[in-house]
């Protein structure tokens, strides 16, 4: 396997390059172009602008600054259509809704709705009917990644998380939110946690972020699931649901027992044996 590269830039004709490791590369600041890249000024400053558009998190200039580079990375790497990859090495140039829910959380949390609603509109766009979601998928959203990646289960709670946190983000900016076009998969995740979930409230094993098959359920799996939960019930509770959310609160509340009572004894080790 060839070595990580030192980090990832946009070229002056806008193509995303891999900076070779120990290349000691500078960028300019307040973007992802390099130093003598050639990106023009127009450039630079609509990338700050981005960045001013937003807010950067931290309480130390280290923090900020890495903290500004994650966000420009995280641009850096989701295209148009919304499809946000996980890395640029050939093997993570896939999207995994596992990360793709955290990149719609960390750009609303920041203040980059268009961005997070973006990725909303890729994950929408392959969302199975029957809220299991894949591994990951391929970025332009024709099908899956070529492997033999079994479906991992903690998306079901990674995605409504993600939709939950844009849409609040959106309530508080004072901005109209639409949740019609990612309704369908909140409502297919949630579904397919509380079909899944056994008597004793808990869900089947499942591979989770480390993408081993898992004979035991894992913590890793389970917990996000709870997550899911809960924001598919609060969305719907804002959104005058009753129903579903009063189904999705009473799965939830059994699933947060079953978690206590099976991991919390020890500390909420990783595997529940």
Same mark, same amino acid.
């Given at each position: 396997?060839?070595?990580?590269?030192?980090?990832? $830039?946009? $070229?002056?004709?806008?193509?995303?390059?891999?900076?070779?490791?120990? $290349?000691?590369?500078?960028?300019?600041?307040?973007?992802?172009?390099?130093?003598?890249?050639?990106?023009?000024? %127009?450039?630079?400053?609509?990338?700050?602008?981005?960045?001013?558009?937003?807010?950067? &998190?931290?309480? !130390?200039?280290?923090e900020r600054?890495?903290a500004?580079?994650? /966000?420009? #990375? /995280?641009? *850096?790497?989701?295209?148009?259509? =919304?499809?946000?990859?996980?890395?640029?090495? !050939?093997?993570?140039?896939?999207?995994? &809704?596992?990360?793709?829910?955290?990149?719609?959380v960390?750009?609303?949390?920041?203040? +980059?709705?268009?961005?997070?609603?973006?990725?909303?509109?890729? *994950?929408?766009?392959?969302?199975?009917?029957?809220?299991?979601?894949?591994?990951?998928?391929?970025?332009?959203?024709?099908?899956?990644?070529?492997?033999?990646?079994?479906m991992?289960?903690? =998306?079901?709670?990674?995605?409504?998380?993600?939709?939950?946190?844009?849409?609040? %983000?959106?309530?508080?900016?004072?901005?109209?939110? #639409?949740?019609?076009?990612?309704? &369908?998969?909140?409502? %297919?995740?949630?579904?397919?946690?509380?079909?899944?979930?056994?008597? #004793?409230?808990?869900?089947?094993?499942?591979?989770?972020?480390l993408? +081993?098959?898992?004979?035991?359920? !894992? /913590? =890793?799996? %389970?917990?996000?699931?709870?997550?899911?939960?809960?924001?598919?019930?609060?969305l719907?509770?804002? !959104?005058?649901?009753?129903?579903? $959310?009063?189904?999705?609160?009473?799965?939830?509340? *059994?699933?947060?027992?079953?978690?206590?009572?099976?991991?919390?004894?020890?500390?909420?080790?990783?595997?529940?044996?």
């Open positions: 396997v060839p070595p990580r590269p030192d980090g990832v $830039a946009r $070229a002056a004709d806008g193509s995303i390059v891999a900076i070779p490791v120990g $290349a000691a590369a500078l960028y300019i600041p307040g973007t992802s172009y390099l130093v003598g890249s050639g990106a023009s000024p %127009a450039d630079i400053a609509e990338s700050r602008a981005w960045l001013a558009s937003g807010t950067v &998190p931290g309480s !130390t200039s280290t600054e890495l500004e580079r994650a /966000l420009l #990375d /995280l641009r *850096l790497l989701t295209d148009s259509s =919304g499809a946000t990859l996980a890395g640029w090495r !050939t093997a993570w140039r896939y999207v995994w &809704p596992r990360d793709a829910g955290f990149v719609v960390a750009f609303a949390a920041t203040g +980059h709705l268009p961005e997070a609603a973006s990725i909303l509109d890729y *994950l929408a766009a392959v969302a199975p009917d029957n809220g299991l979601w894949q591994a990951r998928y391929l970025p332009d959203g024709s099908g899956l990644a070529p492997d033999c990646r079994v991992q289960f903690d =998306g079901a709670g990674w995605v409504p998380w993600g939709v939950w946190s844009w849409y609040v %983000a959106s309530e508080q900016s004072g901005e109209a939110a #639409d949740l019609d076009p990612y309704w &369908p998969m909140v409502s %297919a995740s949630a579904e397919a946690i509380i079909t899944d979930m056994g008597k #004793d409230g808990l869900p089947s094993p499942s591979s989770d972020y993408e +081993h098959p898992e004979p035991d359920l !894992t /913590l =890793g799996a %389970a917990a996000p699931l709870l997550v899911g939960l809960r924001s598919a019930a609060d719907a509770r804002r !959104t005058d649901r009753v129903d579903q $959310a009063a189904r999705w609160d009473a799965a939830a509340q *059994l699933l947060d027992a079953a978690l206590t009572k099976n991991f919390g004894p020890l500390g909420y080790q990783r595997r529940l044996t």
